[in-house]
């Protein structure tokens, strides 16, 4: 690997490789990942790099393993998301550790234990410092400084500046393991927000303070924004600092619309796109009860990476949940057929206990029992009218939920239905697809089939010769 080269976050976030003085450290931090290798006294570590890092993985693993004297292995595709530990993959090779380098989402796993290494990004510290202090000019402020994990290696530099001049700034910190040792923390995970934490001072709560964000105006500030209620947030953009408002009107309409649909869906699919952030299972296990409680049929889907072409698959379903990770594209896109929506807007639709309140909670982990954000249950008994449709809601309904396939569901008017919406639909269609048809087509001998080149079979009657002169 050539020792000049440096992880960057490109304009769109995207990591990219940059040419670096020689002068600075290694860039991957090799010998940290060897030293919690040998710490940890781990076996079978596995790489795993978003998609452009992976031309530079090959180096990165010849490195480690001389330095470690063993073998590691590279992941060479990730099941979900590149932001997102690929726990499944790595144990398919038994791994008992893995090392994850560029952009993370810093979502707590549960099977095996993780080194990230973060991407380094540039900053001119003193023009964000002098555009802090123009800004918040009033040095009695109550700030929490958040940042992309891309800036975690400025932050202590930053940080011993800012703090003697403002006596109410708290720094929040990365809940990980990293190469970045000032941003490490143990704290408990019931404490950590979208992958960071942070401790109020004595006598004030959340909504006293003002939120800045060090990093661009993109997905990771906007989860933040719709899930910390502080007084309003900033963001450090372009060497100008500017307020950001993270639930603007049309985003949030939109996600008001999909859950009217939600509640009018009469078959629900629950998309796993995540199978290693932390009580993910307990997520699928209370959208399937409450399901079940509100008389909807569901059905559980794990189909890796989402695309409205696999999703597509599934015309008898009315809406998808989807239980992934929070910074996920999936739910702002307008390319998939049907209602994409999250843990926490099924408990808008159905739990009565539960009010609207100005935050928007993308990760699912913080509605579920434990969680800072968990409202007991209270399933809505009243009638009321769909928005959509005009018909009645909640009122005496004959379409029972069944969790067998072959199980039998009276209906009011006494006739006997199959339980599960997926054979009810096939039955309905005209077309069932490859049938069959058992004595209605004569017996036929067997032939052999085509043999050679899909362009040129051996039985084709037309063959090109080299002049390209067609010849019988």
Known sequence: MNSSMMIEKSAKGEAKVAKVTDTQDDPYYVEKCARWIRTNALKQVCLQFPDDLLPNSIDIALRLEKSVGQKVYILGDTTCGSCCIDEVTAQ????????????????????LPVFHVL??????????????????????????????????????????????????????KLNCTSNVEYTDTKTSLTSVILGRNYSLENGYNIQDYEGFFLGEKEKTLSLMAMSIPVKRWYSFTNGKISEFEALNTPWLKRRRY??????????????????????????????????????????????????????????????????????????????YFKPMLTVYEVELAFNSAREFCPQYFMDFRQVLPGGQHYVDFKPSVDSDISLITSNIRNCEDDTLYTDQMNALTVRSSGTVAIGKAGA??????????????LGEDPVQPAEIGRTGLAWEYTNETLKTDKNNVQVE
């Open 92 to 111: 398919h090779i038994g791994a008992d550790g893995i090392i994850h380098f560029g952009h993370a989402c810093l979502n707590p796993t549960t099977r």
């Open 258 to 335: 999909l859950i009217e649909k939600l509640r009018d869906a009469k078959v629900v699919g629950i998309v796993v796109a995540t199978l290693g952030i932390q009580d993910y299972l307990t997520a699928i296990n209370t959208v399937k009860k409450i399901l079940k409680q509100k008389n909807k049929k569901s059905y559980l889907l794990s189909v890796g990476k989402i695309n409205p072409a696999k999703l597509a698959n599934f015309p008898e379903i009315n809406a998808f949940v989807v239980i992934a990770c929070p910074e996920n594209e999936v739910f702002d896109s307008r390319d």
């Open 424 to 437: 009810q639909y096939l039955q309905e269609r005209s077309w069932k697809g490859v049938e069959q048809r």
């Open 119 to 172: 991407p380094r990004k540039e900053l001119n510290t003193t023009e964000l410092i002098d555009e802090f202090k123009r800004v918040f000019s009033d040095c009695t402020k109550k700030i929490i400084f958040f940042y992309d994990v891309a800036y975690a290696h400025k932050i202590e530099h930053i940080h011993n500046i800012l703090k003697p001049i403002y006596k109410h700034l708290i720094l929040s």
